[in-house]
Every structure is written in structure tokens, then in C-alpha cells.
């Protein structure tokens, strides 16, 4: 008996007395001889229903396609075979590397963005580090990855961990320009979650496609279960500096949900602007969460460009600047004379008191009542530059503390002087305070509804309530501190114990033009990642950070990809007499000229000081800069360190592809006289990979209509010029998790935003990618994050639920037939959609084609394309000819498959042979990690006690390389090279010449 081949996306089976509609299959045990199947009820008993079969546990029957029912098509212009046919094609995994830009979202590709997606593919596994500069659209370039990982099928279960000020924009971000559903599970969503199921149920099976917040999984006690029983297709690490680890990475909690995904997850992308801290071994744990076979040395210090090579891609502004054109805009920084004012006589006897008590630590510094005193040396003086309130808090605390400890203190006399003089100032008093005034008043700014928005940034939190305070008693605007007002009044404040709903229905409003809010008061919660950019382009920067690296994240909030005014940027400074505090001005000056320097070159601005962390930047610039009158502090490195990070940013440099001539010759390290290698080479596959017989726009309508047709409950689609307007009928809205409609939870990865749903259940798509963006800047200037228009393409849940209904108008085994008078009478032309899966069942090949028999034994194997135009079949009309159907069953069928799977095995050999070069570089690489590693730990133990505690990790460590090669041998290699033992194929449509 004819084998039949593993299940595969597409193919209707029978399990447990029901027809299912294949849409996944992946393994479930290591040695890849049994399948998890996932499918969708296809029946009257289970339609709708996801299910996942276990081959070990159930009997699951696919159709032999030798025994192919056929059908005659009576539809009018053969529209049920047409549409049958185009949702067959749409179901087909691509397999190729090279991205297909049609269709693929609401965006301007660029050459830098196409070129991630190109190395993303060509690692089969993507595994990636995007460390582009602050402000160059990395989100944009994880939604170009993820929609290429779905139409290979390869992003059904997705993870996306993001800070808790970013999860809004991020998921928002993906669904608006890609129509890519992400559940947020923030503390809300988590709640809900856990009164609709079980609490033994695993959060993570519930959705499959999640966005959460770093802080909130990284219990990992709390998670670690659910976590260790689920995998993932990809895992997205936004802001990914955050996980590298600190000193001791065993107790970063971060750190280690980060290593325990890494090894739950198919593919893995992370993002940050700040890759590393000028430590090897923080860039080198990011790398060894991507390939822990990257790196030899297991402490990730000793490696070199060659290891690293592939993993990271790393550009800057002037990079791209050509390539990205009016998406970045050049910033205005107002000259520093004009936002600097004099200090006032009651600060200036402040600044006195400073001044003493810098030159009295500074002489004494020796002494154990001054030593290492860093709150009095420069502490006090940075919190008083802010505000008085926040340096009288901080005082008053300082005092009680000394008192209690020494009452005899040398200090206390300058500390006690200056609370009492800091009793008589206030903000609203301030010298800075009335300079934001006439800065605001510069700008248009008065609190009224036309006033343009404004970004505040202070460092303290004490200063942001004082501030905000007084600005509204000022302009008269109506203020409450209570978290949820914040984004529902003209002045807003959000800060680190902002919850995280409140905190992102702040940033929202405040990027939403219709909403009342017109200034944003940040601490620097807000100076990490999140857009501020749509609706701003005024930044003040109230006092100023001592850091390089601040500076930079900050301006990157409205100064960034997208920005369509020129950002305006404002330092405000507070110039005094008094000799010995007036030189830090100098230092002030210079730092943010530095800031301007770097934003107009092709380096971070970590690299000016090489400490890689603003509160060493601060520790420097005060106590090698302030304290020392110091003004050229900014000009050269800081000695600590610098070899190290000098060393690693030449690592960096050889190593990332920016710039580079031939950017994938560059990151596979190949010469000119060896051939890239293509996984898809020689295969016709990939041309074929998007075949495509109706346009999205025309698919959604004519696809929807005819299951109209079908079923009274659908509503009309109606149709506006570009726009179509789709009410939701039952099954789709639960397909999609209406939240309106209660019953049991909806299991999948089709799910979308909450925020996103139709208040009438809806939806409006559209074809144009230039309304869905006018639609989106409508939205922030109406409604928020959330457009109203949606992009029409096969990726969208709407037409994936249309797809998955249309493969459902053949029953199980049954195949359409047609008729054509352009081929010749007889000839029957078989149409076939055949694929090659791994062992692990992972898609390699998919090719749709054509065999053609002719009266007198004539045979014809072509593309599928090819034969359906021989057929006319894009003009074809049913004139009621049905042919022969009944010669057609039984031997006839059975040879065009035999035929049908001849093809696909010679693509399979074709195949197996263009990953030959790939597989050799990676095992020489693979052989190349593992001497070393080996070498490199057997040197380390040899130098310690046998019962050394490193000594028993090191062995460890050995034994844990032996059993991931295995690993690595076992599961990779049969994920991604070798094919099963027989390639599957599916008759779709039967095509018969008649006269």
C-alpha cells in the first residue's frame, strides 16, 4: 500500500469522528517520529473549533490523494474552484529566503530595513540582535521579520517582553502597519485572564500571541513553570540591554527569564540602542542568547570579530540618512545664552553655602567625617541646579541622619545654614522657573487648547510635583497628581510608580492630537524607548542630567524616524558668581555640545567617555570634571575601563556589516571565489512561493461573498471606493476574541486588540497602504494608538478566517473539476500544491505545479502558473460542460500524483544539495567552537583544585557542550535540513479540454 505522507498546513484529515482542516504541524518528542497537529474544525460538529492531535495518541487520516474525489464545479465563472484554488495558494508556506515586500505592511521600506529581513531569512533560524541607533525604527524592522516568519508559518506562538511604558506602542505599532495581533497581558489583561480560567492553566497556551511587560514575567519564580512548558516560535527582546545581566548574572532576574526563553524559542530577535556598557561580557551574553555555540569562552570575555559576525546589526543616523530622506529631519538646538538666566540674590546665597561646603570636603577629603562623601561633595549642589524643593527634601533627610550619627559633625553648620536659607526660596520663585516661563511663552505655549505640545524632562520626582504645581496655579489649568487624571488634563506627569496602564494611557494621550493634554512632565521613565514624536516636537530639558547617554535617550524621544518637524531642543541653565561654582558651566556647555556631536556622526554617544552607563557618567563628569575644575573632562576618556571598551568597539567594528559593500557576503565571511549559498537554490519553489490569482482587495470580497452566499447570517460587505466595510458575523468575531462576546476563552493566534475592536463590530480594510497611514495619524489625531482602517492582505486575521472557510467548500478527499476550451479536447491538466517537511516537520519545499496528459500519451510537467494560463483560467466561464469525470477517477489520478511526487523528490534532492555548502561552514564552525571551548575550559581546570568550586562548573560546563552538540545535532539539523522520508502532495484542481 502507497505511503501517505506526514500532515501538512492545508490538508483536511479525520480525527475523533470530525473533518479538521490542517493549519500547523510540529513535533512532539525529540526523536521527531511522532507530530503535534494543530487544526481547525472543518464540520458541522467542531467548525470553528482549534484543536491540537497528538499522531502518539490519536488516529489521524489524511487523504491519500490517489483516492481524490472529484467534483464538478457548477458555480458561475467557476467561482467555488477559483476561490478554492486562490485559498489553497495563500495556505502555501514560502520557503524561500528572499523577502516579498508586497503586501507585506504600512510602511517605506528602506534599503537598511529590507537588508535585516534578507540575514533574518538566511539564518533559516533568525536569531538577531538589532542594535541600531536610537530613533531608526527597529519596531518597524521586527514587524518586516515576524511577517516573514509568518507566511512560513514560522510565528504562530510569538512572545514580545517590552518595558511596561512601551507595551501599548509596540503591540499597537505591529497591528496598525502589519496586522500582527499581540494579547497585552499587562496588569489588567493579567487579571481578566485569571477570572476566565483555571489557575493551573498555563496563562501562555491561552494566547499565542502575547505581549507582556519585562518587569512582570521576570519573576521567574512565579512563571517558571508555565515558562518551561511552552514554546515558542519567536521571542522579541525589546530593549534587550536590560536582560544582558549585570555583575553577578545568576541573580538578574532578567537575565535569567531571558536564558530560559532563549531555549523555549524557535527564533529570537532582540533590540537596543545601547548593546552593551563597555564590558565584553554583557555584549557577549546578548550573543549567547541568540547561539550559545557562538562563543568559546562560557565567562562570553574572549571572543573575536569572527564569532560575532552574523549576529548583530548595528547603524547609526548618518547610515541611513540618505536612504531614510524626510524621515529624519535635522533638530534645532536653541543657542545656551538664550535659555540661560542669571541666578537670583536669594540663590546665589545658596550657591555660597555650596561653594564653602565643596572647598571644606575637597581640603578634608582624607578625613573620616568627609570621606567618600559624595552627597555632600556634589549631591546636594546637582539636586539644588533642579529645584529647591528637591534639594531641601533630600538636606532635611541628610541632616536628621548626621545628627543622629555624629551631632558633633563637621558639616552639619553648612547644612543647617543652607535649610534655613532654602526656607525662603521656592520653584515659583526660581530663576529657572520664570526662564521655562519665557521659554514656554517663545514657543506659543500658555495652556490653552491651541498651545503646541511640549515635552518636559526633570530628573527628580520631588522637582516634577513642585513644577507642576506651579505651572498650574500659573496658567490657571485644573491639575490633579492622581494617576488615572493624568491623561485626561493639559498638564500630565508620568514617572517611575506610574502602574503601567496609567503610565501608557499618558504617553497615548499625549501623542493624540484631539486629547487635552499639552505638556508631558517626565522623569526619565519616559527617556527609554517610548515615541513621543507624532505629536511634539518641542523638548525642554528643565535641569540637566550629567550624562551623555541621558542626553541622547531623551532627545530620542521626539528627535527620532518618522518626526515630520524639525525637533526643537532646549537646555535650561542657571549661570551664578560665585567663583568657584561658575567654572561648571563650562562643563555644562561642553556636554551638550557633545550631545550635538554625536548626533551628527556615526558613533554612540557612549564612546565619548567609554563608561557606558549614565551613573558612571555622572560619577566622572562630577568627580573628575566639578570637583576637580576639571573643564576638559569631556574631551578624552575615562581611564577606567577605556582599554577594555576601546578593545570590544574595535571587535564591534570589524564585525557589523554597516557600510559594508556587499552587506550578505560580508556577515556569511565569504570571498569572492566561493558562492553565497542559498537554501533555495535550485529549487522553482521560491517563484512560486507567492502565487497569487486575486489581488487582497479582490480575494476579501469576492471571497466573502460567495460564503455569504452560503450563509444567510453574514451581513453584506459593502464596498467605497478603496474602503470595505465588513460586519463581523458570529464565528468570525469569536475567531478574532470580540470582547463583547462571552463564552469560552478563544485558544489561538488570531486574537486582536481589545483597544482595536469596532464599537459595531466593523471592520474597515482597505487595499492602499497610504489610507491605512493617513488613517493611523488620524488616530493620534483623534483617538490614540488605534486606527480605523486596516491593511488588506493575507496576513490579516479577516483574511486568514476567509481562507481557512473557503479551503473548507470541499469535503475531506474531494478536489474541484473544471472545464477549458483552450486545451486541447482530452487533455487533462492536474494541479498539484506538493511540499517537502523536515523530520521536525518545519516546510522546506513547497511547490505548486501542474501534470498534464494528452490523448496519444503526451505528458507535460510546468509550473502551475504556466498551466493555468494555458488554460485561460483567469477568463474562464462555466458553460455548462462537464466532461468525463468518471474516466478520470481511479488510474489516471494515480499517475498524475506518482508523477506529482517524482517532482517533488527531485526538488527535494535539488534542495538538500544547495544546503550542502551551508551545513559544511556551519559544522566547521560548530567543530571550530568546540576545540576551543574545550581547550579553553581544560586550561582553566588544570590551573585549579579538583574540588574548586569553578572547578566542578567547568566540568559542567564540558558536559553541557557534549550534550548540546548532540542537541544541536538531533533537533536543529532535523528541523531545518533533513527532509522526511516522503514528500506530501495535494490535488486541488482538475482542469479537463473539451471542445
Given at each position: 500500500m502507497p505511503r501517505v505522507a506526514t500532515p501538512t498546513p492545508g490538508m483536511r484529515v479525520l480525527c475523533r469522528d470530525a473533518e479538521w482542516l490542517v493549519t500547523r504541524v510540529d513535533p512532539s518528542d525529540q526523536s521527531h517520529q511522532n507530530y503535534a497537529v494543530h487544526c481547525i474544525g472543518a464540520d458541522d460538529l467542531v467548525r470553528g473549533?482549534?484543536?491540537?492531535?497528538?499522531?502518539?495518541?490519536?488516529?489521524?487520516?489524511?487523504?491519500?490523494?490517489?483516492?481524490?474525489?472529484?467534483?464538478?464545479?457548477?458555480?458561475?465563472?467557476?467561482?467555488?474552484?477559483k476561490l478554492f484554488l486562490e485559498a489553497q495558494l495563500r495556505q502555501m508556506p514560502a520557503t524561500g529566503v528572499k523577502p516579498d515586500l508586497r503586501g507585506m505592511g504600512v510602511f517605506k521600506p528602506m534599503q537598511f530595513q529590507i537588508q535585516t529581513v534578507e540575514w533574518a531569512l538566511q539564518q533559516l533560524r533568525p536569531r538577531l540582535l538589532l542594535a541600531d541607533a536610537v530613533g531608526l525604527g527597529k519596531t518597524i524592522q521586527v514587524g518586516m521579520v515576524l511577517s516573514e516568519l509568518m507566511r512560513r508559518g514560522r510565528a504562530n506562538r510569538v512572545l514580545v517582553l517590552a518595558k511596561k511604558s512601551m507595551l501599548?506602542?509596540?503591540?499597537?505599532?505591529?497591528?496598525?502597519?502589519?496586522?500582527?495581533?499581540?494579547?497585552?497581558?499587562?496588569?489588567?489583561?493579567?487579571?481578566k485572564l485569571r477570572l476566565r480560567i483555571p489557575t493551573n492553566k498555563n496563562p501562555f497556551e491561552v494566547y499565542q500571541r502575547v505581549i507582556i511587560s519585562i518587569d512582570t514575567l521576570k519573576n521567574v519564580g512565579s512563571y517558571r513553570h508555565f515558562l518551561e512548558n511552552t514554546r515558542w516560535d519567536c521571542v522579541v527582546i525589546d530593549e534587550a540591554h536590560n536582560v544582558a545581566g549585570a555583575s553577578v548574572p545568576e541573580r538578574h532576574l532578567a537575565y535569567r527569564l531571558a536564558r530560559l526563553l532563549s531555549r523555549r524559542t524557535d527564533s529570537m530577535l532582540l533590540t537596543t540602542a545601547t548593546p552593551h556598557n563597555g564590558k565584553r561580557e554583557t555584549f557577549g551574553r546578548l550573543i549567547s542568547l541568540l547561539d550559545p555555540s557562538a562563543i568559546p569562552d562560557p565567562d562570553f570575555k574572549e571572543y573575536n570579530a569572527e564569532d560575532i559576525r552574523g549576529f548583530f546589526l548595528m547603524r547609526f543616523k548618518e547610515d541611513v540618512r540618505e536612504d531614510a530622506g524626510a524621515d529624519l529631519t535635522d533638530r534645532m538646538l536653541v543657542p545656551i545664552d538664550q535659555t540661560t538666566v542669571a541666578a537670583s540674590e536669594g540663590e546665589e546665597k545658596v550657591y555660597a553655602i555650596l561653594s564653602?561646603?565643596?572647598?571644606?570636603?575637597?581640603?578634608?577629603?582624607?578625613?573620616?567625617?568627609?570621606?567618600?562623601?559624595?552627597?555632600?561633595?556634589?549631591?546636594?549642589?546637582?539636586?539644588?541646579?533642579?529645584?529647591?524643593?528637591?534639594?531641601?527634601?533630600t538636606l532635611q533627610k541628610r541632616i536628621t541622619a548626621v545628627q543622629a550619627k555624629d551631632p558633633e559633625s563637621p558639616e552639619l553648620p553648612y547644612l543647617n545654614r543652607m535649610d534655613s536659607q532654602l526656607g525662603t526660596l521656592s520653584i515659583r520663585d526660581s530663576?529657572?522657573?520664570?526662564?521655562?516661563?519665557?521659554?514656554?511663552?517663545?514657543?506659543?505655549?500658555?495652556?490653552?487648547?491651541?498651545?503646541?505640545r511640549v515635552l518636559v524632562f526633570t530628573e527628580y520626582r520631588e522637582t516634577q510635583d513642585a513644577l507642576a504645581a506651579a505651572l498650574a496655579k500659573d496658567f490657571k489649568i485644573k491639575y490633579s497628581p492622581k494617576f488615572e487624571q493624568q491623561p485626561k488634563q493639559v498638564l500630565a506627569t508620568i514617572n517611575g510608580s506610574c502602574p503601567d496602564i496609567h503610565l501608557m494611557k499618558t504617553v497615548e494621550a499625549f501623542g493624540t492630537g484631539a486629547s487635552d493634554v499639552r505638556m508631558l512632565l517626565a522623569t526619565d521613565v519616559a527617556s527609554e524607548g517610548v515615541?513621543?514624536?507624532?505629536?511634539?516636537?518641542n523638548i525642554i530639558h528643565y535641569d540637566l542630567p550629567w550624562s551623555i547617554i541621558t542626553l541622547i535617550q531623551r532627545n530620542g524621544r521626539i528627535d527620532r524616524f518618522g518626526q515630520t518637524e524639525s525637533p526643537v531642543l532646549r537646555y535650561l541653565r542657571v549661570s551664578t558668581r560665585d567663583g568657584m561654582l561658575k567654572g561648571d558651566e563650562s562643563i555644562f556647555e561642553r556636554l551638550i555640545e557633545k550631545v550635538e556631536e554625536i548626533n551628527r556622526s556615526t558613533r554612540q554617544g557612549e564612546t565619548v567617555l567609554k563608561l557606558y552607563d549614565p551613573e558612571a557618567e555622572e560619577r566622572y563628569i562630577a568627580e573628575a570634571g566639578i570637583l576637580q575644575g576639571n573643564v576638559d573632562v569631556l574631551e578624552k576618556p575615562s581611564s577606567e575601563g577605556?582599554?577594555?571598551?576601546?578593545?570590544?568597539?574595535?571587535?564591534?567594528?570589524?564585525?557589523?556589516?554597516?557600510?559594508?559593500?556587499?552587506?550578505?557576503?560580508f556577515l556569511l565571511g565569504e570571498t569572492e571565489d566561493v558562492p553565497t549559498a542559498d537554501p533555495a537554490a535550485g529549487s522553482s519553489s521560491e517563484q512560486h512561493s507567492r502565487l497569487r490569482l486575486y489581488d487582497d482587495k479582490k480575494f476579501l470580497l469576492d471571497g466573502y461573498r460567495y460564503l455569504a452566499e452560503l450563509h444567510q447570517d453574514y451581513a453584506a460587505i459593502e464596498e467605497n471606493g478603496k474602503l470595505m466595510l465588513l460586519n463581523a458575523p458570529k464565528d468570525l468575531r469569536r475567531r478574532l476574541g470580540a470582547p463583547n462576546d462571552r463564552g469560552d476563552v478563544v485558544f489561538g493566534a488570531t486574537a486582536v486588540p481589545v483597544e482595536s475592536w469596532p464599537e459595531d463590530n466593523q471592520f474597515r480594510l482597505t487595499d492602499d497602504p497610504d489610507r491605512v497611514e493617513l488613517a493611523i495619524k488620524s488616530a493620534r489625531n483623534t483617538s490614540g494608538h488605534w486606527s480605523r482602517e486596516l491593511?488588506?492582505?493575507?496576513q490579516q486575521p479577516i483574511l486568514q478566517w476567509i481562507t481557512e472557510r473557503l479551503l473548507m467548500l470541499m469535503k475531506r478527499g474531494e478536489c474541484p473539476h473544471i472545464t477549458s476550451r483552450k486545451l486541447e479536447e482530452g487533455e487533462l491538466c492536474f494541479c498539484f500544491i506538493g511540499q517537502i517537511s523536515s523530520r521536525a516537520g518545519a516546510p522546506l519545499v513547497v511547490d505548486a505545479h501542474a501534470i498534464s496528459f494528452r490523448k496519444g500519451g503526451g505528458f507535460e510537467h510546468r509550473s502551475l502558473r504556466d498551466a493555468l494560463d494555458a488554460a485561460g483560467f483567469d477568463s474562464l466561464i462555466n458553460q455548462g460542460n462537464t466532461g468525463d469525470i468518471k474516466a478520470i477517477q481511479g488510474p489516471l489520478i494515480e499517475a498524475a500524483?506518482?508523477?506529482?511526487?517524482?517532482?517533488?523528490?527531485?526538488?527535494?534532492?535539488?534542495?538538500?544539495?544547495s544546503l550542502l555548502p551551508f551545513l559544511r561552514r556551519e559544522n566547521r564552525r560548530l567543530r571550530n567552537w568546540k576545540n576551543r571551548r574545550q581547550e579553553l575550559l581544560e586550561s582553566r581546570i588544570d590551573k585549579l583544585p579538583p574540588n574548586h568550586r569553578k572547578t566542578k562548573m567547568y566540568r559542567k560546563d564540558l558536559e553541557e557542550m557534549d550534550a548540546y552538540l548532540r542537541d544541536r545535532e538531533d533537533n536543529w539539523q532535523d528541523t531545518y535540513f533533513t527532509a522526511s522520508t516522503e514528500p506530501s502532495t495535494q490535488l486541488v484542481l482538475v482542469i479537463e479540454g473539451v471542445k
Open positions: 473549533h482549534e484543536a491540537i492531535f497528538l499522531t502518539q495518541l490519536d488516529t489521524i487520516e489524511p487523504v491519500d490523494p490517489r483516492k481524490t474525489q472529484l467534483v464538478q464545479d457548477q458555480s458561475s465563472g467557476y467561482r467555488m474552484a501599548t506602542q509596540f503591540q499597537s505599532e505591529l497591528w496598525n502597519r502589519f496586522g500582527f495581533p499581540l494579547v497585552r497581558l499587562d496588569s489588567a489583561g493579567i487579571a564653602e561646603l565643596r572647598a571644606e570636603a575637597m581640603k578634608n577629603k582624607s578625613e573620616e567625617a568627609w570621606k567618600n562623601n559624595v552627597l555632600v561633595q556634589y549631591g546636594i549642589y546637582k539636586q539644588f541646579l533642579s529645584s529647591p524643593e528637591s534639594c531641601r527634601k530663576s529657572r522657573y520664570q526662564l521655562l516661563k519665557r521659554q514656554l511663552e517663545a514657543i506659543g505655549w500658555d495652556g490653552k487648547e491651541n498651545s503646541p515615541n513621543l514624536h507624532h505629536q511634539c516636537h577605556e582599554a577594555e571598551s576601546t578593545e570590544l568597539e574595535s571587535v564591534l567594528s570589524q564585525a557589523n556589516p554597516a557600510g559594508q559593500e556587499d552587506f550578505l557576503k491593511l488588506a492582505t493575507d500524483v506518482e508523477s506529482s511526487l517524482e517532482h517533488m523528490r527531485k526538488l527535494g534532492r535539488q534542495h538538500v544539495n
